[in-house]
Structure formats: C-alpha cells, structure tokens
C-alpha cells in the first residue's frame, strides 16, 4: 500500500464537469492504493459524483464579490482579479486559509482544477502539483496573458494595469513567505504536469503553440438511467437550467417540436414540473442522466455547453444544440458554431427563434456532415490510455 496522499481542488467557475472530469482518475488513482482527498467550491456537487468513494471532501476558500466588479473580463487574469486579486490584502486570507488546508492535509500531490490560489499556496509550501482543466483556466505560458479567444479588448492600457495588479497581488503574498517573486503571471502556471483536457478545436486560446493536449476527460456512466417515452420521433435530451435568460421560450419549444423529449432540469420548481407533467411527448427527471445511455440512445443533446458533454457529444456523433450561460461556454460555443459543428443561440436575444433552431439542428445536411468528420478525425482517442498517461505522470511525480 503506497498511502501516498493526491489532493484535487476546484476553486472557481461552476457547473458539474470540474467533478465529473477527475471522477475517473480518482477511482485510478484509489485503486493503486493512494489516499485522494478533494478541496472543492461546492461539496454537494462532489458528494453526488463522488460520494460513494472513501474520499474526504472538505470545503474550499471563498470570497464575496465586492460591488465595484470589472463589467468584462478579457482575460484569465482579469478573471480573477475579481475574485480576490485586487490587492494583496484581500489575496492573503485566502492563500492563507489554502496554506491551512495543505498543511493540515500534507498532500504528497496536488491536481489543480481552475484554482489559482491554491496554486499560489503550492508555490510557498513547494507543493507538486499538477494543472488538470481544459485549457480555459490555463493560458499559454506568454507575457501579457492573451486575450480569450473571440474577445477583443477595447482599453489595452487597462487591459495591461490589471494584470499588473493581478501580479503585484501574488508577489505581495510570495514576499510576506519569503517565495521567490514572479516576473510574469504566466509563472503561476509552471508546474510539474499540465493535464491539458481537450482538443485544439476546443482550446479557448487559439494562439497556444507547441500545445500536448491530452484529450477530454469525462465520466460517462455518472448519474441514472432513465426511460424515454413511447414516440418514435427524434430522440432529445435537454439538460438546461432555470436561471438562464429565455429558459420558458426554450423549454415551450421543446415541448411543442413533439420529439420524444427526456429533460434534466436541476430543482424544477412547481410549474415546470407541470408542464412535464401535461405532455404527451416530455419525460422529467429528477436526478442526472446516465450520460452513456444518453450518448448511445439520444439522436440530439440541449446543453449550456459544458466541456465534457460537448465532447463527448461530438465524439459520439451527436447533434448539440447550445445555450450558453457563462463565459467559457460562450467562448467554446463560439468556436464550434465557427466550424459549423454545432448549432448556437444567445439566450439573451428575446427574438431567437428556439423552434426553427431546433429543426436545424435535427435536421441540417451540413451540421450531421461535420460532426461525422469530427467524428472520425479523433476516432482514435482512446479514454483508457488517456487515463493511464494521467496515473503514470502522477506516480513519477510523486515517486
């Protein structure tokens, strides 16, 4: 028994995917006889993907956004400048409170998803860790950071004193734990393995040269199955939120196209479950989806264009129809609907026609000839030897 400890941490963003994706190198990695805690920005969610593993999970840092946010964030540092980062004063508790948790925990190997500060705290404890994510909370390694991809930035000269204050944050804290200060902010990211998560279609810096990526990483038998109902029309599997923008035109449309309709929308409040409930040609479920039921049986996929589902979606050869709710969604959107690999709509724009949109997607010649080529393009990606790259990595680091 090796007993050595592999810590993953999720401190930004949102959305099941920074679980689901590390859910299969966990199980790797307890198999080989290590110990695997998770330091996690919402535990529920891990308690859902991972509660049935001998996993410790324990709550992560958080801040309260103050009021004076940035309206647009153009970049990763500009990202997390509001989440913390303004000043070293507001940046130390944190890493202060991730130093707590490290130290309290002595991982021996720390998989950071989306989380900065936590890498900040390896840098003072000189930690191993390891990046895991699928490129959008990993810039390439060039000073300025790079703009996201789509995103062009209208102040350079503020664009530029962000990240400055970004930098000046972290060196505050590194100074005050006698580290070694960064020249650039890009040297946060320098760190023993970086489990770059996708593919280049899919990368949100299209500027990253020389890039080894790795492949998605998903789980696909997470979550239950389910029984669709008895039309033999277009098999359609909805996983949408009710917060998001046009969310009743959305779900009316759907409805109304007579597919046979499985949805999947988390804390359905009364009325929607009502709505379900009168339709002939809608079933609602009340708990995730066995996602590879879902890959082997729905003809076509709603989604807010979480990373996972959307490759996995197109590995399989399925039509996406796309309703961004955030920024990395919005940018990956933005580049499939550039390749004509998926159908998109901006749920903001109250004319969006959701029912044409839906016959589109169902039915267009051009979109079921990409995704195909898609398809066969990375035929060869094979999750097994993806996950034994990722524990041969782990084991030589912490060897």
Same mark, same amino acid.
Request: glycine fraction near 6%; charge should be positive.
């Given at each position: 028994?090796?007993?050595?400890?592999?810590?993953?941490?999720?401190?930004?963003?949102?959305?099941?995917?920074?679980?689901?994706?590390?859910?299969?190198?966990?199980?790797?990695?307890?198999?080989?006889?290590?110990? %695997?805690?998770?330091?996690?920005?919402?535990?529920?969610? %891990?308690?859902?993907?991972?509660?049935?593993?001998?996993?410790?999970?324990?709550?992560?840092?958080?801040?309260?956004?103050?009021?004076?946010?940035?309206?647009?964030?153009?970049?990763?540092?500009?990202?997390?400048?509001?989440?913390?980062?303004?000043?070293?004063?507001?940046?130390?508790?944190?890493?202060?409170?991730?130093? *707590?948790?490290?130290?309290?925990?002595?991982?021996?190997?720390?998989?950071?998803?989306?989380?900065?500060?936590?890498?900040?705290?390896?840098?003072?404890?000189?930690?191993?860790?390891?990046?895991?994510?699928?490129?959008?909370?990993?810039?390439?390694?060039?000073?300025?950071?790079?703009?996201?991809?789509?995103?062009?930035?209208?102040?350079?000269?503020?664009?530029?004193?962000?990240?400055?204050?970004?930098?000046?944050?972290?060196?505050?804290?590194?100074?005050?734990?006698?580290?070694?200060?960064?020249?650039?902010?890009?040297?946060?990211?320098?760190?023993?393995? *970086?489990?770059?998560?996708?593919?280049?279609?899919?990368?949100?810096?299209?500027?990253?040269?020389?890039?080894?990526?790795?492949?998605?990483?998903?789980?696909?038998?997470?979550?239950?199955?389910?029984?669709?109902?008895?039309?033999?029309?277009?098999?359609?599997?909805?996983?949408?939120?009710?917060?998001?923008?046009?969310?009743?035109?959305?779900?009316?449309?759907?409805?109304?196209?007579?597919?046979?309709? %499985?949805?999947?929308?988390?804390?359905?409040?009364?009325? %929607?479950?009502?709505?379900?409930?009168?339709?002939?040609?809608?079933?609602?479920?009340?708990?995730?989806?066995?996602?590879?039921?879902?890959?082997?049986?729905?003809?076509?996929?709603?989604?807010?264009?979480?990373?996972?589902?959307?490759?996995?979606?197109?590995?399989?050869?399925?039509?996406?129809?796309?309703?961004?709710?955030?920024?990395?969604?919005?940018?990956?959107?933005?580049?499939?609907?550039?390749?004509?690999?998926?159908?998109?709509? *901006?749920?903001?724009?109250?004319?969006?026609?959701?029912?044409?949109?839906?016959?589109?997607?169902?039915?267009?010649?051009?979109?079921?000839?990409?995704?195909?080529?898609?398809?066969?393009?990375?035929?060869?990606?094979?999750?097994?030897?993806?996950?034994?790259?990722?524990?041969?990595?782990?084991?030589?680091?912490?060897?």
């Amino acid at each position: 028994m090796l007993n050595k400890h592999v810590v993953f941490t999720w401190e930004l963003g949102g959305g099941l995917g920074h679980i689901t994706s590390f859910s299969l190198l966990a199980k790797a990695l307890l198999d080989k006889g290590y110990q %695997v805690s998770v330091i996690s920005k919402n535990v529920s969610l %891990v308690a859902d993907v991972l509660g049935h593993l001998p996993i410790k999970v324990y709550q992560s840092p958080l801040i309260l956004q103050s009021t004076d946010n940035l309206k647009v964030t153009y970049s990763y540092a500009e990202i997390i400048f509001d989440w913390g980062y303004k000043s070293t004063a507001t940046l130390c508790p944190l890493v202060d409170t991730w130093k *707590n948790l490290f130290e309290l925990l002595k991982p021996d190997l720390v998989i950071a998803d989306h989380s900065p500060t936590a890498l900040v705290a390896c840098k003072i404890l000189k930690l191993k860790n390891i990046i895991m994510g699928t490129g959008f909370s990993t810039p390439p390694q060039v000073a300025p950071l790079p703009s996201l991809e789509s995103m062009k930035v209208p102040d350079q000269k503020a664009f530029l004193q962000h990240e400055s204050q970004v930098l000046s944050s972290i060196n505050g804290v590194l100074t005050k734990y006698n580290t070694l200060s960064f020249e650039h902010l890009h040297q946060l990211f320098n760190v023993d393995d *970086n489990f770059l998560c996708t593919f280049a279609e899919l990368d949100h810096y299209s500027t990253r040269n020389g890039a080894d990526y790795c492949g998605p990483c998903f789980d696909i038998d997470v979550g239950s199955s389910f029984v669709w109902g008895k039309s033999k029309s277009t098999k359609v599997f909805a996983y949408i939120k009710q917060n998001t923008p046009g969310f009743e035109l959305l779900l009316a449309a759907l409805i109304q196209s007579n597919n046979n309709l %499985v949805l999947y929308i988390p804390q359905a409040n009364a009325k %929607v479950i009502e709505i379900c409930k009168k339709s002939k040609n809608a079933v609602l479920l009340n708990k995730p989806a066995n996602m590879r039921q879902v890959l082997n049986e729905a003809d076509m996929i709603v989604s807010h264009a979480g990373h996972g589902v959307v490759s996995a979606a197109l590995l399989h050869g399925k039509r996406l129809l796309l309703v961004p709710s955030q920024l990395e969604q919005s940018i990956l959107v933005y580049l499939l609907a550039k390749r004509r690999l998926v159908t998109a709509v *901006n749920p903001r724009n109250e004319k969006i026609n959701y029912a044409a949109a839906i016959q589109f997607t169902c039915t267009n010649a051009e979109l079921g000839k990409n995704i195909e080529m898609f398809k066969q393009k990375y035929a060869g990606f094979n999750s097994s030897d993806q996950l034994e790259n990722m524990v041969k990595s782990c084991e030589n680091i912490i060897s």
